[in-house]
């Protein structure tokens, strides 16, 4: 099975196309304040890799249809990576533990 992926330089507003990756390698030097994840299908795993740049401190809003995401770690040079399944409904939604279960 092929999983294809893609190399990014953050922007002010990006997309995240679901028929060009199931996977991102986003290299974080600016705040991406307007991100948009089109073409998800059910079912599918996505993944985010941040990597955040020397600097650091560029965040991410996450877009509306993220449920469960977590921020990114804003430190410099840290990494952060997220895991979504898509549902039906066009959300992709984190794996977050139930409530009151520690990691």
């Known amino acids: 099975m092929s999983r294809p992926f893609q190399n990014l330089n953050s922007t002010g507003s990006m997309v995240f196309d679901g028929l060009a990756a199931v996977c991102w390698f986003i290299h974080m030097s600016t705040t991406v304040a307007h991100p948009r994840v089109i073409n998800i299908s059910p079912g599918q795993l996505y ?3 941040f990597t955040q740049d020397g600097v650091g401190n560029h965040p991410m809003m996450w877009p509306d249809n993220c449920v ?3 921020p990114i ?5 840290s990494l952060t990576v997220q895991n979504f399944i898509a549902d039906q409904g066009g959300f992709l939604i984190a794996n977050v533990p ?3 279960v520690q990691p």
């Open 73 to 77: 770690d804003p430190a410099p040079n």
């Open 47 to 49: 993944t985010f890799i």
């Open 98 to 100: 139930p409530s009151g």
């Open 68 to 70: 469960n995401a977590a």
